[in-house]
């Protein structure tokens, strides 16, 4: 009997082949190059959040929250009793209005629109549980209109917004139910 003829076994690869080497520089060089241009040291980034329309957007936010927190003082003076619940989310949005000011130019001084108050004062009605659904319904609102420039919104921008909107929806539950 004859013995079976083995045929010869190729020597195992070690290592990766010449063509992986040069198909992966190749792809590492692409996608660095890829990269670099998105990159670019976030001065796209940085212009997108310094354009016109992003500003315009901040100007309106924080004239919202301003409007808001007249509302929390309107809302504790008429009804003293509710000053301390009111208190810590008051301070809340006083927070996000600063957050929402447009950055200032540096050397300038504060604008006169940080400042200034709504231009008629909030009707409050007379009955406590009115007062806080009245209170409620007003973030409700400027969370909803927060929410809805998100797509609009330059991508930091955008992350301020969907931060203070749900902390304005956290609110409204504080002031309707979890109260």
């Known amino acids: 009997m004859s013995e079976p003829v083995s045929e010869p076994v190729p020597a195992p690869v070690s290592g ?6 040069l198909a992966g520089a190749l792809g590492s060089c692409g996608a660095a190059a890829v990269l670099s241009g998105c990159s670019d040291d976030g001065s796209a980034a940085e212009r997108a959040e310094r ?30 009793a509710l000053a301390g619940l009111l208190a810590p ?13 447009p950055p200032r ?33 007003a973030e409700r609102r400027t969370a909803d209109a927060r929410a809805a420039a998100l797509l ?18 956290a609110h409204v539950y504080l002031l309707t139910e979890g109260g």
């Not at 990766?16 to 080497?21: A, T």
């Open 152 to 169: 609009d919104a330059a991508p930091e921008l955008a992350r301020l917004l969907a931060s203070v909107a749900a902390a304005g929806a």
């Open 16 to 21: 990766p082949r010449r063509r992986s080497l």
């Open 51 to 80: 354009s016109t329309a992003a500003r315009r957007l901040r100007e309106r936010s924080a004239r919202d929250s301003r409007a808001l927190l007249a509302r929390y003082d309107a809302t504790a003076e008429a009804h003293p």
């Open 105 to 137: 130019a540096s050397g300038a001084s504060p604008s006169a629109s940080r400042s200034r108050p709504p231009e008629r004062p909030p009707q409050i009605p007379d009955d406590e549980g009115q007062a806080l659904a009245a209170l409620a319904d």
């Open 89 to 101: 989310l008051r301070s809340e949005v006083a927070e996000h209005a600063d957050a929402l000011s």
